[in-house]
């Protein structure tokens, strides 16, 4: 049986494979900050997309901690992360979550900041 660990970095690996195929470069994974832990760091035509990787059996359950509270600590993360690569000081920023419920399932949705 898996650990919750081992199925997290599992989930992340997926959709980074999502993202690759979609052009996405990797700038950082699991990026710990004193707010909260970025699973996903991406860029993309001068765009950094924050990714929030969630899994659960059950939606209901999985997209109810995808909340304003957490936005706001990854949002923060972001900035913590903004003060040591200055160099991505005037690039876009979109925060996305992706929900999975099976390796290929997913609902992928933007946060609003």
């Given at each position: 049986m898996k650990t919750s660990y081992e199925?997290?970095?599992?989930?992340?690996?997926?959709t980074l494979d999502v993202l690759q195929k979609?052009?996405?470069?990797?700038l950082g994974k699991r990026i710990i900050t004193r707010s909260c832990e970025i699973d996903?760091?991406?860029?993309?035509?001068?765009?950094?997309?924050?990714t929030e990787v969630k899994y659960r059996k059950q939606c209901k359950i999985g997209?109810?901690?995808?909340?304003?509270?957490?936005?706001?600590?990854l949002y923060n993360a972001y900035l913590i992360w903004l003060?040591?690569?200055?160099?991505?000081?005037?690039?876009?920023?979109y925060m996305q979550y992706f929900f999975w419920k099976s390796p290929k399932l997913y609902i992928r949705g933007p946060f609003v900041v």
């Open positions: 199925i997290g970095v599992f989930f992340e690996q997926q979609e052009k996405h470069s990797l996903l760091l991406t860029l993309r035509d001068n765009c950094i997309f924050l997209l109810y901690v995808l909340n304003r509270i957490l936005q706001k600590r003060q040591t690569n200055m160099e991505y000081l005037n690039y876009d920023f």
